[in-house]
């Protein structure tokens, strides 16, 4: 007796579409990283940021590109050596993370975020610091905990608007 292998289901028209690709923005991406931010920015999630300063930080960024060539997020991450008197090795800072607004809920922000963990264990970062203004839910689902300022690098949480009211979360890599 033969039998026939099953044929899988079709996959539902959504999971055909082309998804993003995550690669490193380049100094020509600031003006569009300046645009993707602008939301966040004036909600108050973000700080500004001028287009000379994403293109002289391209580098610190992963984006997240649509097949259109459009970019539908970024995260950047800045390397912070230990201080005078800091125990440990470098620290990175996760920073300017964003989804654009018609992308959220996509998965562009856990690919990033997976991306840019992934970044971090390279260099033998000890541990990733982030400022968020929101709940914080996709760091803490990536195992990020609540931490305090004096335990993350010292430039980094001096530069923080202490009117903004951020919360510092911190992961060990």
Same mark, same amino acid.
């Given at each position: 007796m033969i039998t026939a292998t099953p044929r899988p289901a079709p996959l539902p028209h959504a999971l055909l579409v082309p998804t993003s690709s995550v690669r490193t923005a380049r100094q020509e991406d600031? !003006? !569009? *990283?300046?645009? *993707?931010s602008r939301p966040f920015v004036r909600s108050g999630a973000l700080r500004e940021r001028p287009? &000379? *300063?994403? $293109? !002289?930080? $391209?580098?610190d960024f992963l984006? $997240?590109? $649509?097949?259109? @060539?459009t970019l539908d997020g970024c995260v950047g991450l800045r390397v912070h050596p230990a @201080?005078? @008197?800091? @125990?440990?090795g470098p620290a990175g800072v996760v920073y300017? %993370?964003?989804?654009?607004?018609?992308?959220q809920g996509s998965g562009r922000g856990a690919t990033l975020l997976r991306a840019v963990l992934a970044? !971090? &264990?390279?260099p033998s970062l000890g541990a990733l %610091? +982030?400022?968020t203004t929101g709940g914080g839910g996709l760091f803490l689902q990536y195992g990020f905990a609540? +931490?305090?300022a004096r335990l993350a690098p010292r430039a980094w949480a001096e530069s923080l608007d202490p009117r903004r009211n951020a919360r510092i979360l911190a992961r060990g890599i």
């Open positions: 600031a !003006a !569009a *990283l300046a645009e *993707l287009v &000379s *300063l994403y $293109a !002289a930080r $391209a580098a984006v $997240a590109e $649509a097949p259109d @060539g @201080g005078p @008197g800091e @125990g440990g300017n %993370f964003c989804v654009a607004g018609h992308r970044r !971090a &264990s390279a %610091f +982030t400022a609540p +931490t305090t």
